[in-house]
Nanobody, 123 residues
Framework: QVQLVESGGGLVQAGGSLRLSCAASGGTFSGYVMAWFRQTPGKEREFVAGIRWISGSTYYADSVKGRSTISRDNAKNTVYLQIDSLEPEDTAVYYC????????????????WGQGTQVTVSS
């Protein structure tokens, strides 16, 4: 059973940076796409960034493009999301997701989800 555990959230001032981690277990992830989503109260969960594990190719939402980096560490089975120049609008619960796929989906059609980690950006 695939399990995803996020960490690294917290309170950050606007303009700062944060790196979120997603530790994955229970599977071999070379055939997976890993993604980060985020959600604020009353809004739908939205795609932030995705990465194909085997190739490292990435895709970003326009809202974070140019100021975020998604990466993976094969040895640690961990996916990271670094966001720089944080804005109050980045405040959300961030979720890690996994799907056996060769395509980075931006919809919520992922098979496995973590429990989420809160990121709060103060102005």
């Amino acid at each position: 059973q695939v399990q995803l555990v996020e960490s690294g959230g917290g309170l950050v001032q606007a303009g700062g940076s944060l790196r979120l981690s997603c530790a994955a277990s229970g599977g071999t992830f070379s055939g997976y796409v890993m993604a980060w989503f985020r959600q604020t109260p009353g809004k739908e969960r939205e795609f932030v960034a995705g990465i194909r594990w085997i190739s490292g190719s990435t895709y970003y939402a326009d809202s974070v493009k140019g100021r975020s980096t998604i990466s993976r560490d094969n040895a640690k089975n961990t996916v990271y999301l670094q966001i720089d120049s944080l804005e109050p609008e980045d405040t959300a619960v961030y979720y890690c997701a996994a799907k056996r796929s060769i395509v980075i989906f931006t919809t919520r059609s992922y098979d496995y989800w973590g429990q989420g980690t809160q990121v709060t950006v103060s102005s």
